[in-house]
């Protein structure tokens, strides 16, 4: 009855269109009242208790460091170095995308940026060279989602907040899936586009790839940096955001010299906007996580699951179909905070690496930006390419197959996930 009563009035409240945040707060009143337990000051306790949180600081940091790096020319520059490098080759447009992805993913953390950035600048490139229009809004949107999955990954700092396990760990944990996703799309796109008829760019002289790469080397200096000093102890997730932000800030306004004053306003305002939404999830989460421990929510999905307990694969392939069919209707930052409370204690239970589950977990959560109804980064490449939903739609399903392909393989083979992450953490 306690599982019912937390479901109806959650996804009640969201289908009469509550934002998701007070959505979360009405389910943990709805539980408090089920379990007579009402009262106030627990209410504002948790509230408090769940934006009070240090580690959280690196979210508004990510997101204003992605801002910065979009208005200070820093994004162009990496889409014109991978120019430089494959734009000459069939499809080039394609592999720019990619790359240009995995170049992103260690600077914003954002599937959302990323793609804004991306989509905004290459859609119109790619559709003037006579390039499918959708189906190079679908293949920014699917390299999009490599961000979350590599450092610096703003959903990883959130599940290591929820489940209390090592950030940096469950960012070294995202490189080499991360590379491999992007491997896996560039290959589905060479084959995609092996009969197109467009354009193909003008193969670049040395000296101009040079020159492509001197205008980007800033941009690939900060990955490094903040990697090699989370693997080596330097700073903290925390630490490394503000770093990431203040250099994003220098290269714009000093190197760049494109982030003006007035660019800069708007920049903090935008970023604190989305900021702000975040906060208040992860504050209203805190309610309901707090109440699904007291209402030993958990103990009730462990007894559904208890038949799969034996077989750590079987598990997975379970909790993964779960996860993908909320993340139809979910965005990540919610489905994070409201399932992590549950499948956590079921985790640890089975004896699964709860690092490797929290980087399927993010994956999984990821792929569901892809898709419809809610499909925030579809919504994003549509938006900025000027394409129609129903198009893009289309488009997508091949690169959203590849990607639960993949996820299927890291479930069977889990070593891919953890014998690198191994090796970057000395675990």
Not at 16 to 21: K, L, S, Y
Not at 92 to 114: E, P, R, T
Not at 405 to 423: A, Q
């Given at each position: ?9 959650l996804c ?8 998701v ?6 389910c ?59 734009g ?30 991306l989509g ?17 809004g ?7 989602i ?9 959903p ?35 084959w ?5 008829d467009?354009?193909?760019e ?5 000296s ?13 200096v ?38 003006t ?26 309610v ?5 421990t ?6 009730q999905i462990?007894?559904?699951l ?7 694969i ?7 179909l779960?996860?993908l ?8 930052m ?10 956590m ?14 980087f ?38 091949p ?20 014998v ?7 675990r």
């Amino acid at each position: 009855m306690t599982i019912t009563v937390f479901l109806v009035s959650l996804c009640g409240a969201m289908a009469m269109g509550i934002p998701v945040a007070i959505s979360l707060l009405i389910c943990g009143i709805a539980l408090m009242f089920y379990l007579g337990q009402f009262d106030t000051q627990i209410l504002a306790s948790n509230l408090m208790d769940g934006a009070d949180n240090f580690p959280l600081m690196a979210i508004p940091f990510f997101i204003l460091a992605g801002e910065l790096m979009n208005a200070g020319g820093i994004s162009k520059r990496i889409i014109n170095f991978a120019m430089s490098l494959v734009g000459h080759i069939r499809g080039g447009f394609g592999y720019v995308a990619i790359i240009a992805s995995v170049i992103f993913s260690g600077l914003s953390g954002s599937a959302v940026a990323d793609t804004a950035a991306l989509g905004a600048i290459l859609i119109p490139m790619m559709a003037s060279a006579g390039y499918n229009k959708p189906r190079s809004g679908a293949l920014i949107a699917s390299a999009g989602i490599i961000a979350p999955i590599m450092p610096l990954s703003v959903p990883m700092i959130v599940f290591g907040v929820t489940a209390g396990v090592s950030i940096p760990k469950l960012f070294m944990s995202g490189i080499f899936p991360g590379f491999l996703l992007a491997v896996f799309l560039a290959v589905a796109w060479a084959w995609m586009v092996r009969k197109d008829d467009f354009k193909v760019e003008p193969r670049r002289t040395l000296s101009e790839t040079l020159v492509a790469a001197r205008g980007a080397a800033w941009a690939f200096v900060l990955p490094f940096v903040i990697i090699f000093g989370l693997r080596g102890g330097v700073f903290t997730p925390t630490e490394a955001a503000s770093i990431a932000a203040w250099y994003a800030l220098f290269v714009g306004m000093f190197v760049y010299r494109e982030l003006t004053p007035k660019t800069l306003v708007k920049v903090l305002i935008s970023s604190a906007k989305t900021t702000s939404v975040i906060m208040l999830l992860a504050a209203s989460a805190m309610v309901s996580s707090w109440l699904i421990t007291v209402a030993n929510i958990p103990d009730q999905i462990v007894d559904l699951l208890r038949p799969l307990m034996g077989n750590k694969i079987l598990l997975m392939l379970a909790i993964n179909l779960i996860v993908l069919m909320v993340g139809t209707a979910m965005d990540v930052m919610p489905t994070i905070l409201i399932l992590t409370p549950v499948l956590m204690p079921i985790v640890k239970m089975a004896g699964i690496d709860p690092i490797y589950f929290g980087f399927m977990f993010v994956f999984n959560n990821c792929i569901g930006l892809l898709t419809p109804p809610v499909g925030t980064v579809l919504n994003v490449a549509a938006g900025v390419g000027k394409i129609s939903m129903e198009d893009i739609i289309k488009s997508v399903m091949p690169f959203m197959w590849i990607e639960i392909g993949l996820l299927l393989l890291l479930t069977v083979f889990p070593d891919l996930v953890i014998v690198p992450l191994n090796f970057f953490t000395h675990r």
